[in-house]
């Protein structure tokens, strides 16, 4: 199947699948990540169709809401792939993509083999922080029934992948703990600048944030 036909098929495939979500996992987080990813892409020269395409399906299946299998979502994303009779290597690249791009705690390395699994990764967390990312991030604090905040619970720096898998802090400690730190590991010079005013704009929210739960604003 030519790319352009296979991408577009996949487009639609995603965005039925991820249309009711409402944990700032949906089709517009996929469709933003996409758009992201496909700019860099032309920046870094990278293999096109390969960016597309794991942009596209990296959060079919996320850990997250498949009672913590890793492994849910490079095998729906394969399943869907081969079942269009996509190129065993392409579906392998992408798969690798998908089942390593993600956060596993503030102690725990993520590196990227490819440019183009950097550049994925690089989209998936920009849409992390920002304006967005706030949104997203109170967004997914309300699916799983968390506290918005609770000043006597610090943030915890997780050693281990299984650790932050089973954190349940409140929603302002994921900041912390996640948001606040993804600047400094951009992989592509074009996400490192994208990625300076989302940051600001964070650290700016918390600190109205806390002035406003004290009073103080």
């Known amino acids: 199947m030519a790319s352009k036909k296979l991408i577009e098929k996949t487009r639609l495939y995603v965005e039925k699948e991820l249309a009711d979500d409402g944990s700032g996992h949906d089709w517009w987080h996929v469709y933003r990540v996409w758009s992201i990813a496909k700019k860099i ?3 870094e020269n990278a293999d096109q169709t390969v960016v597309e395409l794991a942009a596209l399906l ?7 809401f498949n009672d913590g299998d890793e492994s849910a979502g490079p095998r729906q994303a394969a399943a869907w792939l081969n079942k269009n009779g996509v190129d065993p ?3 392998d690249e992408v798969c690798e993509i998908i089942s390593t791009l993600s956060y596993k705690g503030a102690g725990v390395a993520t590196p990227m083999r490819t440019i183009e699994g950097k550049i994925v990764q690089d989209a998936d967390r920009l849409d ?11 967004a997914y604090g309300g699916n799983k029934n968390r506290l918005m905040y609770h000043p006597e619970e610090a943030p915890v720096m997780h050693e281990s992948f299984e650790h ?3 954190n349940k802090g409140h929603t302002i400690n994921h900041f912390h703990e996640k ?3 993804l ?6 010079e074009s996400a490192k600048k994208l ?5 600001l704009f964070m650290e700016n929210y918390l600190d109205r944030f806390h002035k406003e739960w004290d009073g103080d604003a």
């Open 41 to 43: 892409a032309q920046k």
């Open 128 to 138: 992390a922080i920002g304006a967005v990312g706030i949104a997203r991030t109170f």
């Open 195 to 199: 990625a300076e005013q989302r940051h």
């Open 164 to 166: 932050y898998k089973n």
């Open 179 to 181: 948001l606040l730190l």
């Open 183 to 188: 600047k400094d590991r951009m992989n592509t």
């Open 89 to 91: 290597e392409l579906v």
């Open 58 to 64: 990296h959060d079919i299946a996320d850990w997250k």
